[in-house]
């Protein structure tokens, strides 16, 4: 796999640096307006290269996770309450979500090897798909991880799900 070298989003061209992006502008109103933005990679993201031009990338943003009974959004939020017994509904929107897509759910460990599970995507549209929680454990956290199957690109929701006892005895 190679190096990102540049990465274009709309106008924009954000060339990588050794510890930062350099990003170009153009506009109308201003020709060319040059900066470093300082960075922090993770290795969440597989990217693959074609050349000197990025292709295929799975998804550029996820912009919203929502509980479809609460309305929360998780852009706003930290943490997102899930039932211990299973089947909220997750609501997630965002851009790339074209091609195969598949979802993971993760259970959060401090040390040891994750425990994931698969999750069946619902799509609504082009830009949002639902997922169901699966049976959890009260006080644990999950995470959510999509993948584009014809790229193995993957990338991981920041938004902590956190399992709650809400099962009637």
Known sequence: MGKIQAIALNNRMIYAGASFFHVNEQSAENPINETDI???????????????RMVSPIVDYIHTIVLSNESIIASNAT????????GTEIIVTG?????????????IFLNGIPDYHQLQVNFINTTTFSVMSPICQHGQSYQLMIQKTETQENV???TLLHGIDDTAP
Request: net charge positive; no cysteine; proline share 3%.
């Open 95 to 107: 851009t790339g979500f074209n091609g195969n897509i598949r979802a993971y759910w993760f259970k």
């Open 79 to 86: 943490t997102i309450k899930v039932s211990d017994s299973g």
């Open 156 to 158: 991981q929701s920041h």
């Open 38 to 52: 300082p960075i922090q990679l993770s290795g969440s993201l597989n990217t693959f290269m074609d050349k000197e």
